[in-house]
Nanobody, 123 residues
Framework: VQLQASGGGLVQAGGSLRLYCGASGRTFRRDFVGWFRQGSGKEREFLAAISWSAGNTLYADSVKGRFTISRDYARNTVNLQMNQLKAEDTAVYYC?????????????????WGQGTQVTVSS
């Protein structure tokens, strides 16, 4: 299923931003939902993931301690709170759902992506 990412924008270095991932017409149940990003001229990379049912989380080392992934049952969204943003965090951010953490980590094998949201961090 293709998900929609939103909440991006322009922020100064050191600032914060909160991204939202939703599935129109569908409710998360036993999904594992992850966040990814692709900077200009770079490969798409995995950032973080969460188990919707259990709440277990997984983070890439590059964002551990700065980014926090969470569930919002009321809004049926998976959110990514980004703090202490750096210029190198500038990228288009995407979200995706799958059946396990391992499947989400296989970024290069994923063929379908939903609409991403642009995050620009000014230095």
């Amino acid at each position: 299923v293709q998900l929609q990412a939103s909440g991006g924008g322009l922020v100064q270095a050191g600032g914060s931003l909160r991204l939202y991932c939703g599935a129109s017409g569908r409710t998360f149940r036993r999904d594992f939902v992850g966040w990814f990003r692709q900077g200009s001229g770079k490969e798409r990379e995995f950032l973080a993931a969460i188990s919707w049912s259990a709440g277990n989380t997984l983070y890439a080392d590059s964002v551990k301690g700065r980014f926090t992934i969470s569930r919002d049952y009321a809004r049926n969204t998976v959110n990514l709170q980004m703090n202490q943003l750096k210029a190198e965090d500038t990228a288009v951010y995407y979200c995706a759902a799958d059946s396990a953490f391992g499947a989400l980590r296989k970024v290069a094998e994923r063929r379908q992506w939903g609409q991403g949201t642009q995050v620009t961090v000014s230095s």
